[in-house]
């Protein structure tokens, strides 16, 4: 049976770790062609190299995503590779430097910023160009989080580029909606990746404090945000944009 996504050409930022690297794996078994994108270059590497032995075709580029030259070359390089580009995950992020407001350090907040919030509408800038000269539409999602809709301790920067995520993706929703580009985030609870881990070490019983708030009673994986990100790049989510959705085990409906 052909996958949800047979023939797509999709780029995938952070594409070397946690969410980009599983969310890269259901890309591939649902037929797109990926393009990996990470500013570790070997990390992406790994996850092409996995996703080929699976069958599946793509290309690697190191890009930093916050900046803008290395952000048009990724996307031109997909165009000049594969002709266009159809979906795209733009996932890459870093968790800063747990501080509260006060005592966040203004390198720490830049460089959230630059990364989190910048990098994802660098990314929307070059990949929206090309799809309104393809003319066909296309499909964005954003990596927002559960910081995104609501606050928390600790990571102000963090907490306020999430935010600026889901605003950024209810805006460009809504103007290019009439091209038939659609733009939603995902807003993933804590889900088990490498970030995750690195969070964890600075609290005691980390992992038994969010489990025991979360409804579902445990912590996401990372393929759990991929299926939800492949599902709103398909055709099948058609006619859903403008959409920050958690995917969080129920923590926001409390
Ligand atoms: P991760 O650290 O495992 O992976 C992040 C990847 O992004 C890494 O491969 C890293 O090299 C890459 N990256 C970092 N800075 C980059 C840059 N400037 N340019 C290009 N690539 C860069 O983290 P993860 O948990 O998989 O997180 C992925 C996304 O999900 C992030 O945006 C994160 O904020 C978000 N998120 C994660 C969780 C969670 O619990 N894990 C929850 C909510 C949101």
Same mark, same amino acid.
């Given at each position: 049976?052909?996958?949800?996504?047979?023939?797509?050409?999709?780029?995938?930022?952070?594409?070397?770790?946690?969410?980009?690297?599983?969310?890269? /794996?259901?890309?591939?078994?649902?037929?797109?062609?990926?393009?990996?994108?990470?500013?570790?270059?070997?990390?992406?590497?790994?996850?092409?190299?996995?996703?080929?032995?699976?069958?599946?075709?793509?290309?690697?580029?190191?890009?930093?995503?916050?900046?803008?030259?290395?952000?048009?070359?990724?996307?031109?390089?997909?165009?000049?590779?594969?002709?266009?580009?159809?979906?795209?995950?733009?996932?890459?992020?870093?968790?800063?430097?747990?501080?509260?407001?006060?005592?966040?350090?203004?390198?720490?907040?830049?460089?959230?910023?630059?990364?989190?919030?910048?990098?994802?509408?660098?990314?929307?800038?070059?990949?929206?160009?090309?799809?309104?000269?393809?003319?066909?539409?296309?499909?964005?999602?954003?990596?927002?989080?559960?910081?995104?809709?609501?606050?928390?301790?600790?990571?102000?920067?963090?907490?306020?580029?999430?935010?600026?995520?889901?605003?950024?993706?209810?805006?460009?929703?809504?103007?290019?909606?009439?091209?038939?580009? /659609?733009?939603?985030?995902?807003?993933?609870?804590?889900?088990?990746?490498?970030?995750?881990?690195?969070?964890?070490?600075?609290?005691?019983?980390?992992?038994?404090?969010?489990?025991?708030?979360?409804?579902?009673?445990?912590?996401?994986?990372?393929?759990?945000?991929?299926?939800?990100?492949?599902?709103?790049?398909?055709?099948?989510?058609?006619?859903?944009?403008?959409?920050?959705?958690?995917?969080?085990?129920?923590?926001?409906?409390?």
């Amino acid at each position: 049976m052909a996958g949800i996504l047979e023939g797509k050409v999709a780029l995938i930022t952070g594409a070397g770790s946690g969410i980009g690297r599983a969310t890269s /794996r259901i890309f591939a078994r649902e037929g797109a062609q990926l393009v990996l994108v990470d500013v570790v270059a070997e990390a992406a590497e790994e996850t092409l190299e996995a996703a080929k032995q699976a069958g599946a075709k793509g290309i690697c580029l190191k890009a930093d995503v916050s900046k803008s030259s290395e952000v048009e070359t990724a996307v031109a390089r997909t165009v000049a590779e594969f002709g266009r580009l159809d979906c795209a995950f733009n996932n890459a992020g870093i968790e800063g430097e747990p501080a509260l407001t006060h005592k966040c350090t203004e390198s720490n907040w830049n460089r959230v910023l630059a990364i989190n919030l910048t990098g994802v509408w660098l990314c929307m800038k070059a990949e929206i160009a090309q799809m309104l000269k393809q003319g066909h539409g296309g499909a964005i999602v954003n990596t927002s989080s559960l910081a995104g809709i609501a606050g928390a301790i600790g990571g102000p920067a963090y907490v306020a580029a999430k935010h600026g995520v889901a605003g950024l993706t209810r805006a460009a929703a809504l103007e290019y909606g009439r091209h038939n580009i /659609r733009v939603n985030a995902v807003c993933p609870g804590p889900i088990r990746t490498p970030m995750l881990s690195r969070l964890m070490q600075f609290t005691r019983d980390a992992e038994q404090r969010m489990v025991r708030s979360e409804p579902l009673k445990r912590l996401g994986e990372p393929e759990e945000v991929g299926e939800t990100v492949v599902w709103l790049c398909s055709d099948r989510a058609s006619y859903v944009t403008g959409l920050p959705m958690p995917v969080d085990g129920g923590f926001s409906a409390q």
